[in-house]
């Protein structure tokens, strides 16, 4: 009868036991990018290291592995607005804008800028990028530090050819433990308008097509934002952007009357009213004010409509 009791005993403690201790956790799976999708990661950091330019007057870009399409990407609708390509090919190391807190030296024919980054658990990261006269990036330094203690340093070198185009991006990550460092290469070939990237992921190859039954840029902005900026343009003197905005009728409308839209230096506006439909009506206060004169009271008129690329100003008036 006693061994029944401690049997009894024991299997109840076993079972509060049970219930009390948790559950083995599950670990939920991790996902990992499959090497195609790897593969389509390099050559975007190609093409972002060439500033995009490949992408310069050019609609589609066609991505292959082993000889079939893995991805098709319209190119007018990658970025969010139109690229200035004619300001990028000119920006150089005296252009290039500045940051507040960055220090900055220029040492053989090239331009290294210093910043510095904090984060918690005191950690410190000292940036360091070295770019070439024409703003492309030699080398991008990362070190990290944790209080006094150095971590790791993440760097990527580019090389250049005579056209400066990346022929070649080297990833560093180098520990202070030299066993845990690590080394990967993209090696980039021009023909034309293929590249063909080769890096540990494989080989890609991208075509850049033009597409002549392209309708070129597609604005994403809402009539009111194209207003805006339409208005924005016109008081930074920027008459070419601002027909970005319009269509034909209406930038030949600016052409007629250019002198007037030259005169102007700066606009304020003070809300309005607005008609939406097919056709948008938009009626704003404004001061503008010209050049050698007072700011003036006016109402700005716009009638916008939606076109194959987006909203565009189909007309535009301003009354007393």
Sequence with gaps: MKNILIFMLLASLFRCNSQENPKPL????????????KLSTDAYEVFRTNKFLNFKNKDILIEKINGSVYKKTDLNN????????????????TSYTKKERAKYVYKDHT???????????????????????????LLYEKKYFVGENYNRTESIINEYDNQNRVIKIIKRTEHSRKEDSKESIIRVKYEGETVTITSENGTMVCELIKDENSVGFISKLSANDTAAFFQYAIAQQQIETAKEYCTEKMKNKIESNLPFYQSIIDIKAFGGSGSFGEKVTIKEDWEITFKDKKGEKYEAVFTLVKQKNGWKIDDFEINR
């Design 111 to 137: 331009m290294i800028e210093t910043d510095f980054e904090f984060g918690s658990y005191e950690v410190r990261k000292e940036i360091k990028t070295v770019y070439n006269p024409k703003c492309f990036v």
């Design 26 to 37: 599950i670990i939920s799976e991790v996902y990992s990018p499959s090497e195609k999708e």
């Design 78 to 93: 990658f970025f969010g607005y139109k690229k200035d390509w004619e300001k990028i090919q000119k920006e150089d190391t």
